[in-house]
């Protein structure tokens, strides 16, 4: 096996594990909070926290990491995941908890978190030929969502298994914390590993070149894309997956073994879109992709609240998550392309922060909507119609902007 070939297994290890942890995490994090007496309005707070925290602490690392080094980064990234994950076994104190999930990395949805997406994919990029970089995020993406779903599968049996034997309802959540905590550590030792191709080139580095959070002769780009990619993000946030389970349950009485049924069959659709959208790059280009399988999957939603019956509903909203993914990988592919080689850590980290500010902003107003009974249906509207508006600018902004691998 070659370095080439080493590292890149490392990075698809640790992608595994740590979602593996975070989904594994995800299912009992309220459950042990409320276990040692916090209440809802702090949990509420904590997790707030936690997504602002992360946004801070990610933009500072993912934007010095091509100066500072990408291991490295991804080695304080993954200490800091043992660190939360310790602090959170060791202490019931509601302010030591909010410190550590604002400075750690604690995952409270299951969704990535930290600076680790943005490195690892501006690392694979230095290290894979430009044609392969599409189909290469394609399966990191989809490696990703079958580890977090088998992680909360197994994260939520393990504490029903220990709490069946008799241990404490308290206990039992902290060994799934202490998997966590020692997953962080297992990922460290696994970027331990990593050779210095995984590093930019000096021959890339633009020392002299004044930069912003990282960027230099890409920030144009960048800024653009982030814009874009905050739309796409909050109108995304109107429809987030807990949202949508409360809606089948109050439109149409739907009990949650039954929601849960529906979303690990529109997840795994969605995995498996993220490879599919390869071959479609290949041959029309990865803009064209991106908003060519948007449009129809954002139709696809807006009709989900106008179906007459549930299985219309599940239907429509099963067909749209077979394309929904669609974009993601070749989103991600298109923003490594159009950037500098030593801007890609930079880049990834300010349009995954952008879309993060983005997506917290709107289920708030979701909730408003989901309590008004003649407005329920609204955010589906909202959503695709601001999806669709998205899809239209990306497409005049940058169908012309072509990345190097289809100018061959």
Known sequence: MTKTDRNIVILFSTRIIRLFCYGFLSVILALYLAQIGLMEQQIGLLFTLTLAGDAGISLWLTTSADRFGR??????????????????????????????????????SGNEIGPFLSVEQAALSHLLPDEKRTQVFAWYNLVGSFATATGALLGGWLAQL????????????????????????????????????????????????????????SRQVVIRLSALFSLDAFAGGFVVQSLVAYWFHVKFGVNPGIIGSIFFGANVLAGISALLAVRLADKIGLINTMVFTHVP??????????????????????????????????????????????????????????????AALSPSLTGIFLSIP???????????????????????????????EENK
């Open 374 to 404: 003649s407005l329920i249906s609204v955010p589906f509207f909202l959503c695709g119609g601001l999806k669709l508006v998205y899809d239209a600018i990306l497409y005049r902004s940058f169908s012309t902007i072509k990345p190097s």
């Open 162 to 217: 220990l709490q069946s034997h008799g241990i404490s309802a308290l206990d039992s959540y902290r060994v799934v914390l202490l998997g966590y905590a020692i997953g962080g550590l297992v990922i460290g030792l696994f970027f331990l590993s990593l050779s210095r191709d995984v590093e930019v080139d000096t021959i890339f580095r633009s020392e002299a070149t004044p930069t912003v959070l990282g960027l230099h002769r």
């Open 71 to 108: 291991k490295r980064t991804l080695i304080v990234g993954a200490l800091l995941m043992l660190g939360a994950g310790m602090v959170f076994i060791l202490t019931r104190n509601a302010v030591v908890l909010m410190a550590a999930a604002v400075i750690g990395v604690i995952s409270p």
């Open 297 to 358: 999957s954002n139709i696809l939603l807006i009709l989900v609240p106008l179906m007459p019956t549930l299985p219309l509903a599940i239907l429509a909203l099963l067909l749209r998550f077979s394309i929904s993914q669609m974009d993601v990988p070749t989103r991600q592919s298109y923003t490594m392309a159009v950037v500098a080689p030593d801007e890609r850590s930079a880049a990834s980290g300010v349009t995954t922060i952008a879309r993060s500010v983005g």
